[in-house]
C-alpha cells in the first residue's frame, strides 16, 4: 500500500527556514510527480510546487518563487521542500502528493506555523 509520510514542520520565526521532506512507500516513487500543496485556515488547498519526473521539471506558486525549492532523490524515495524567508502567510498545512495517471496520493499533511 502506498504511503507518503511529511515530515519537517515546526515553528519558525518571520525570516526563517524549514525543509520539508516526503518519503514516499510501497510504489515506484520515480516514475511519478511530486507536489507539496498547503492549506491556511478558512482557505482552499493550493498548489505550493511541483516537481516531474524524469527531466525533473520544477513549477511554483508565484506566493513561493525566489523562496522555496522543491526536489526530489529518488534513491531515496523522498521530496523536499526547502523553504527561506518565511513570513506569517506561508503558515498552513504542507501535504506531500503523488500524482501520474489515474494515481493520486496524499500524506497526512505536516503544519508549519511562522510566527514571532
Known amino acids: 500500500q502506498v504511503q507518503l509520510v511529511e515530515s519537517g514542520g515546526g515553528l519558525v520565526q518571520p525570516g526563517g527556514s524549514l525543509r520539508l521532506s516526503c518519503a514516499a512507500s510501497?510504489?515506484?516513487?520515480?516514475?511519478?510527480?511530486m507536489g507539496w500543496y498547503r492549506q491556511a485556515p478558512g482557505k482552499q488547498r493550493e498548489l505550493v510546487a511541483v516537481?516531474?519526473?524524469?527531466?525533473?521539471?520544477?513549477n511554483y506558486a508565484d506566493s513561493v518563487k525566489g523562496r522555496f525549492t522543491i526536489s526530489r532523490d529518488n534513491a531515496k524515495n523522498t521530496v523536499y521542500l526547502q523553504m527561506n524567508s518565511l513570513n506569517s502567510e506561508d503558515t498552513a498545512v504542507y501535504y506531500c502528493?503523488?500524482?501520474?495517471?489515474?494515481?493520486?496520493?496524499w500524506g497526512q499533511g505536516t503544519q508549519v506555523t511562522v510566527s514571532s
Open positions: 502528493n503523488l500524482k501520474g495517471g489515474l494515481v493520486n496520493y
Open positions: 510501497g510504489i515506484t516513487f520515480s516514475m511519478y510527480a
Open positions: 516537481v516531474s519526473s524524469g527531466v525533473r521539471t520544477t
